[in-house]
């Protein structure tokens, strides 16, 4: 390729590398060890007490990490974590909505909380798929005259009020002078209102959009059956019942204006005054009390397969009305499981962003139901659990990162996913997947390698299933299988962004071929040698996509032909490619990145390729709306190319990649003004791990391997307790802003030149010691054997 571009790289985009990396220096040496970002921040060194849950709620804000989103009258993608108070991988969570998602659509993706918002809409008390925007019920206090959902009654709120710990959420509701605190168990959420002095204190409570029933029984209960919306079901059970403290005074039903297609219209025929049972969207109850000047109403909620069911939680779980001994328990359960990785070193606001990203990246998968207890299985089926059951993992997006350290940190939790996963597959005919990958392999093949113990023969009889029966869950399965890729169908007018429809046969091939390595691999180390062989052809197929004329991925039309016109700019969303541009589906090779060196040249063209993909001006016509956080061509907002900083590992110039993981962790994450800032979304705990693991000092670029790909760590320290009881500890001395680059290695105090490490290697404990310094060091990590491994030798 042009060796020009290496020049410029090394004259632009490295400069501004390093550029980044100075000024990071002198901010944080100004700003010391002070506080200087967000309102929620802790100054205490515990783990627990140094997340803030608040982060990856906001957007970056700086123009040119943002690329050019969003299209106007959208608004720009924050992280889409939740702030509410849940448990590790906890269904239930109670959580602060500021998204009136009833009324609009913002994001393509129902996120209850955005940062910037001004005014609460409510808040709910139970699980919701995926994101939680359509938890239910929904719960608003309200003083004073009230308006039912879905326009509902919002009050304004005062940012520098709000709070949030693991656990624990609050915020001042300024309109209704009230303040709302939300905590929850494993399976019921609690919340404490406390009013001001008024005759006219409510709580409105409703089941939000296709609604369900509603019953008030008595003075203090309110029930409800959601009505069903398939995968879209609160994992927790449709069922709730919703107690409170204090009995309320009166009380009523509402619904919304059958028939109403705008959405709203609820009037004094849709409200009916004394009334206890209502059924129809938006169904809901509201209670009325008199309160005291700084009294509390507490409600404290569960979800089940039956009134009964949600009751029993509640009997066993939260029988009082302790809020803060609720608070102090769901605080001893993080506390449990962030204390299992210890930093020291770096700034308070990287602390801060380590330990927030370390709690967000729990958001998946979520537990269903514990053993022994019933929960409705994929088919609506009620069932009693054999073992913890966890709901679907996100592999297209945390199956890149995140299952890697629920591996190290929790390999019990792990068995129970992996188990839930393959019941799911018993259930429905298939294994789990998502988008256009078949991802499922990398859970179970890391797992494997990782030593975690399970039946992995019953797993791989439907993961080779997915990966050969034309009629299963992989996409233009047949098309693949005969051509070795997929084609797409070039639409009438112009292609470009924001066109979302095909079948994005260039990526798909490209994520194909990645499970068909991890399935040729799962076979060898189950003995099937015809299935290795076939599924190690397939792995080669990214080859059938690959342009060779420009370099590039490239789509195909169904005779063989290139797409064109082509512009590897254009971040085409499900046309050829699958979010993301042709310069970031490139990089989407991890199981092959020396094939790839050489299809594009051979070293220094790999080098210069990948130099010209982080000095690139991103610059393109359409308008990706997830594609933030940018340099150059990179985006870390989308998965992607998540993992092509670490390429240079392979390529000879490891110092390169060292430099630029400093740069993302420092510019990429809460740069903004709030300091709560993600590029793009989370992705149930993607890009939080993301995080999480690069500012350890290293990342698993292909998760089915068990091979560590070092950067360079934020930390002097780390000691990350693995689940197997040993610890693996990282010790960069020397370490600073400016000493970002690794001038040496020890292993156990062996010298180590590898710019990569095995989980072999660490296992059964391990102390990695790095000498950091303010330059490159070309001579460590550099030589063609020292690196990682990959399916074609280039070496």
Known sequence: ????????????????????????????????????????????????????????????????????????????????TSPGARLPHSSVEAAPVNNNIALTYPTGVETPYHYPNPTMIGFTGGGGPTYGGRAQPMIMPVVGNWTVPPGGSQSSYDKAKEQAAPGYYSVFLDTFRTRAELTATQWTSMMRFTFPASEQSHLVLNLPGRGGSVEVVGDRTVRGVATRRGDRDAPDGSYFVAQFSKPFRSHGTFRKSPGDARGYGIGTSDSFPGANTVEGSFAGAY????????????????????????????REENPGWDFDQVRGRARSAWANLLDRVQVSGGTAKQRMLFYSTLFQSFASPRLIAKKGEPFADTNGKVQTATHDRYGPVPFWDTGRNQIVLLELMEPEVVQDIMQSELEMARERGYMNTSFHGDNAVFLYLGAMRRGIPFDYAAAYEYLRKNATDPKGPRGYLAEYIKNGWISDIVPAGNPSPPYADGKAGAATTLEYAWDDHALAEFADRLGKKDDAQLFRRRAANWRNVFDRSTGFIRGRTTDGKW????????????????????????????????GLSGALGGRAAFNAKLDQFFSTPYRPTGICRDCTGMIGQYVQGNQPDQQAAYYYAWSGQPWKTQALSRRILDTLYGSDASGYGYPGMDDQGATSSWYVLSAMGFYPVDPSSDV???????????????????????????NSPINAYIQSATLNGRPWTKPWFSHADVKDGATLVLTMGPRPNPNWGSAPGAAPPSMTSAR
């Open 1 to 80: 390729m042009n060796y020009q571009a290496n020049s410029d790289f090394e004259q632009t985009g490295w400069r501004h590398t390093r550029m980044a990396l100075l000024a990071t220096a002198t901010l944080l040496a100004a700003s010391g060890s002070a506080v200087a970002f967000g309102q929620s921040a802790k100054s205490s060194g515990e783990p627990v007490e140094t997340a803030n849950p608040l982060v990856g709620t906001a957007p970056l804000d700086r123009p040119e990490l943002i690329g050019n989103a969003p299209p106007p009258g959208e608004p720009l993608y924050s992280g889409q």
């Open 287 to 314: 209670l009325d009390f008199t309160t005291r000047d700084g009294e509390a109403v507490m409600v404290k909620m569960a979800h089940g397969t039956s009134y009964a069911d949600a009751e029993r939680r509640i």
């Open 563 to 594: 797409i064109a016109p082509f512009d590897p700019q254009e971040p085409y969303y499900n046309f050829m490619m699958k979010e993301a541009s042709g310069w970031s589906t490139l990089w989407l090779v991890p199981h092959d990145v020396d």
């Open 708 to 734: 560590y790909v070092l950067g360079s760590p934020l930390f002097d320290r780390v000691r990350l307790q693995m689940g197997n009881g040993k610890a693996l500890e990282i010790v960069a001395r020397n």
